[in-house]
């Protein structure tokens, strides 16, 4: 048995009370707010008897202005009402407010987050390393690469040819390095997705209200402390800390 729904329909959103015409509600037939309505459904009353939907009642003020009138929001309510028209159903104005600025970064924003679904996680390893409390500033490194190296005479580095006294010996490993008292490596970083991961991690944490800069940044400590190390007759070598990542400041 469908419910009667009067003509004048009372509405309570979220604490804010509205009046329209069932009309109005009804305008969008596809729409979730036309399905609620249709009095094929049982929609819960206040004690005043008036309809109640718990959602964003200053939101729906526009959502309302839109269904009597074709009215588009301003721009800076565009996000809160693209969120609120993707809830009703209401596919028309969901289409117009895309391309209001707001909501196309907003877009934008959560398509490149569904592509990098490590970031959340990543933005929270950050967090962990921060103290609950910052006096001035607390920095953060994410390491891409950590472990000693060989640099030879011309320049070049090369891989796997670090001397285990170096790597026995605890000495060595007291400098400071960019990776601080985080110890936290986080591989792998490729070079090709490194900006946008790192934009992202910055812009997840902004918008939690801290204040983000970064810096790629690489320990040159010498472990010869500018001296030379002969690792063989022909090849003179500098060993070298070689801690490469991004260092997040956050305040």
């Not at 959103?13 to 399905?35: C, K, Q, W, Y």
């Not at 959502?63 to 028309?92: S, T």
Request: charged share 25%; hydrophobic share 40%.
């Amino acid at each position: 048995m469908e419910n009667q729904i009067p003509n004048v329909v009372p509405l309570n959103v979220g604490g804010r009370h509205f009046s329209t015409f069932l009309s109005t509600l009804l305008r969008h037939e596809d729409s979730m707010l036309a399905a609620m309505f249709s009095g094929r459904h049982q929609v819960e009353r206040d004690k005043d008897g008036c309809y109640f939907i718990d959602r964003d009642g200053s939101a729906f003020a526009h959502i309302l202005e839109f269904l009597r009138h074709a009215k588009l929001p301003p721009p800076d309510h565009a996000r809160e009402v693209y969120v609120e028209a993707q809830y009703f159903g209401l596919q028309v104005l969901s289409d117009k407010l895309a391309h209001f600025k707001d909501v196309r970064e907003e877009i934008a924003s959560k398509e490149q987050l569904f592509k990098y679904q490590d970031i959340e996680a990543l933005a929270e390893r950050v967090l962990k390393a921060v103290p609950p409390v910052i006096t001035g500033t607390s920095k953060v490194a994410l390491l891409m690469d950590s472990g000693w190296k060989a640099r030879s005479k011309v320049g070049d580095v090369v891989p796997n040819v670090v001397p285990a006294r170096f790597l026995e010996n605890t000495f060595w490993q007291t400098h400071e390095c960019i990776q601080g008292d985080n110890c936290d490596y986080i591989e792998p970083f490729c070079p090709a997705d490194l900006p946008v991961r790192v934009a992202l991690v910055q812009q997840y944490l902004q918008k939690r209200g801290y204040y983000v800069s970064t810096k790629l940044e690489t320990c040159e400590f010498s472990l010869e402390r500018g001296k030379k190390s002969v690792w063989s007759d022909l090849m003179t070598m500098d060993v070298f800390c070689g801690v490469h990542g991004v260092v997040l400041t956050i305040s």
